[in-house]
T-cell receptor, first 111, second 115 residues
């Protein structure tokens, strides 16, 4: 069993809809949680970074962390076709340590 | 461009050949990481450096793989006697010292195809 599980999708939504993504993890030592966006054949780009349980909002993006359930989420409001990409969750035990990634969820936003 | 750069972007080689990739991190970033990503999967950690010291290596990094960061700036990843299973995207990331957020900035990757 992988340490971080993520539904591979694809998740297809109409333009303007809310995209809901999530990851579950098994290692309670994970303290820092990130969401990356990756376009085809490109490197991952950091979207959100959170530490400890709670919510964090940045523009159209909201990240949630529930450490008691070992569950993290990313919500994208007012989705645009340009949001079509693979979204990767990542986490680590301490700042600066290696990242453990989920397998990624492919998202398609249709005009 | 002040981002992480990687060279080459694409490499096609025959099984059994040696290949070397280069990563130039963001200037003054002291930590440099290598990850490998296969199609449809998330990146998997290979190794990382703090300055010139290699601090951790994954069990994925077999004896055929070697990474160096001789002067604490750019890094190279060499794969000897390549196998078809080595075909993947090799990603490099860097992180600065003392940043308040644990932000690893990724390069565009080197896509390796072993025939």
């Amino acid at each position: 069993q992988k340490e971080v599980e993520q539904d591979p999708g694809p998740l297809s939504v109409p333009e303007g809809a809310i995209v809901s993504l999530n990851c579950t993890y098994s290692n309670s030592a994970f303290q820092y949680f990130m969401w990356y966006r990756q376009y085809s054949r490109k490197g991952p780009e950091l979207l959100m970074y959170t530490y400890s349980s709670g919510n964090k909002e940045d523009g159209r993006f909201t990240a949630q962390v529930d450490k008691s359930s070992k569950y993290i989420s990313l919500f994208i409001r007012d989705s645009q076709p340009s949001d079509s990409a693979t979204y990767l969750c990542a986490m680590n035990r301490a700042a600066g340590n290696k990242l453990t990634f989920g397998g990624g969820t492919r998202v398609l936003v249709k005009p | 461009d002040t981002g992480v750069s990687q060279d080459p972007r694409h490499k096609i080689t025959k099984r059994g050949q040696n290949v070397t990739f280069r990563c130039d991190p963001i200037s003054e970033h002291n930590r440099l990481y290598w990850y490998r990503q296969t199609l449809g999967q998330g990146p998997e950690f290979l190794t990382y450096f703090q300055n010139e010291a290699q601090l951790e290596k994954s069990r994925l990094l077999s004896d055929r793989f070697s990474a160096e960061r001789p002067k604490g700036s750019f890094s190279t990843l060499e794969i000897q006697r390549t196998e078809q299973g080595d075909s993947a995207m090799y990603l490099c990331a860097s992180r600065g010292q003392g940043v308040s957020t644990d932000t690893q900035y990724f390069g565009p990757g080197t896509r390796l195809t072993v025939l």
